[in-house]
């Protein structure tokens, strides 16, 4: 008998306050499904990942717009292009064996990878199925992580592995509503429901909810706008190469290790005067033009070099302030990213983690952290045609 009722019977006359003592709790398995505290009351409020949401919806778009922008990116025979880089990914990556069998279609995997993440990045701006858009973004960066960055030692250097990371946090906790149009909503949302009051007059209310259908409806509105916002790109790629404007020089994001290179200490032919006549087998890469008005040129050594040249290695020709030309592996010999001529201050840079290399010593390191040159590559300039060929 609890106190209160105790308290009642000794005095039937008096109202007795409830005490909180007098209260006895339900047993465990008698409490309702609403006072026990569901795993999504433990999750972060929307508010919190906008700064993450607002990131990664903004760098994925950029990053599908910037290949879509760049002229090298579906150029073969760029040493930035996506078949040089899917050849990079072959050589070091856990899925070399479906990447070799996709090689040969590289040009036609790296449009629908753009449009994938101009799509993603939207979805995640926008709202527009957006756990779809997560789990694609957490699809694609670990797709990444396994042919881009799996090189990179160690693995928090490569920025792939976060942005999984990142995704799978957005995918689980959702939107929650916020910065998201009503109209985006409702997209999907089941059809009125016309029934009748008691009056017997219609009343139309909403149905069922029914997410299968609002998933497929913003997934397909997603993916049209998509490839419209894709489709601006080629205009302005068009107009960019009608303009004339020269392209950055160098390549960016990560490669593959050295493979069969000559050896560091060797030296590059560099030469200014009229050369020899060029040897047989030579390959043309370059242009004496085109390396002095840019300072380098970036390229890729063809895949059918013979030994010891680094076939499928991007490289790049550097014209240096004497006026001669060198040619090294553009392979950093740290961590296998694709170094970059830096006009400013006439080194070579990797991007990846800062090593910087001396044309005009060999590739001396001048900054770790590797301790160990680029690969230097033999040339000959030919003063007549105004070619510069790479030979073995």
Not at 72 to 96: G, M, N
Not at 220 to 239: D, E, K, N, Q, T
Not at 264 to 283: H, L
Request: glycine fraction near 10%.
């Amino acid at each position: 008998m609890s106190r209160r009722e105790q308290r009642r019977r000794g005095n039937p006359g008096r109202r007795v306050p409830i005490e909180p003592a007098d209260i006895e709790a339900p047993p465990a398995s008698r409490v309702p499904p609403a006072f026990r505290p569901p795993l999504s009351a433990a999750t972060i409020p929307a508010l919190a990942l906008l700064p993450l949401r607002i990131f990664l919806g903004v760098t994925f778009l950029y990053a599908g717009l910037d290949k879509l922008l760049d002229p090298a990116f579906f150029d073969a025979s760029a040493p930035t292009s996506i078949v040089a880089q899917v050849a990079a990914f072959a050589r070091d990556s856990p899925l070399s064996p479906l990447i070799k069998v996709a090689e040969p279609y590289a040009l036609l995997i790296g449009l629908p990878i753009a449009i994938a993440e101009i799509g993603i990045g939207l979805g995640a701006l926008t709202g527009l199925a957006f756990r779809v858009a997560a789990v694609g973004g957490a699809a694609l960066s670990i797709l990444f992580w396994l042919t881009a960055s799996w090189a990179t030692h160690p693995y928090y250097y490569g920025p792939d592995l976060p942005y999984a990371a990142g995704w799978i946090t957005l995918a689980l906790a959702g939107h929650g509503g916020l910065l998201v149009s009503r109209r985006i909503l409702a997209i999907g949302a089941a059809p009125p429901v016309t029934r009748r009051d008691r009056a017997g007059r219609p009343v139309e209310r909403g149905g069922p909810p029914s997410p299968e259908r609002r998933v497929l409806l913003q997934s397909g509105i997603l993916a049209g706008i998509s490839l419209v916002v894709a489709s601006f790109a080629l205009p302005v790629r068009l107009l960019g190469r009608s303009s004339g404007t020269p392209t950055a020089s160098g390549g960016t994001g990560s490669g593959g290790t050295a493979g069969a290179s000559s050896s560091p200490g060797s030296t590059a032919t560099a030469t200014r005067g009229p050369a020899a006549s060029v040897p047989a087998g030579a390959i043309k890469v370059a242009t004496v033009a085109d390396v002095s008005r840019r300072g380098s040129v970036a390229f890729a050594v063809p895949a059918s070099a013979p030994a010891p040249l680094p076939a499928g290695d991007p490289a790049v020709i550097v014209r240096l302030k004497d006026g001669t030309f060198v040619a090294y592996d553009a392979v950093c010999t740290h961590e296998g990213c694709t170094v970059e001529w830096d006009a400013a201050d006439g080194v070579l840079l990797c991007p990846c983690h800062g090593a910087a290399f001396d044309a005009a010593d060999h590739a001396a390191v001048l900054q770790g952290p590797t301790n160990t040159p680029l690969a230097s590559l033999p040339i000959v300039v030919d003063a007549a045609t105004g070619n510069i060929y790479l030979h073995a």
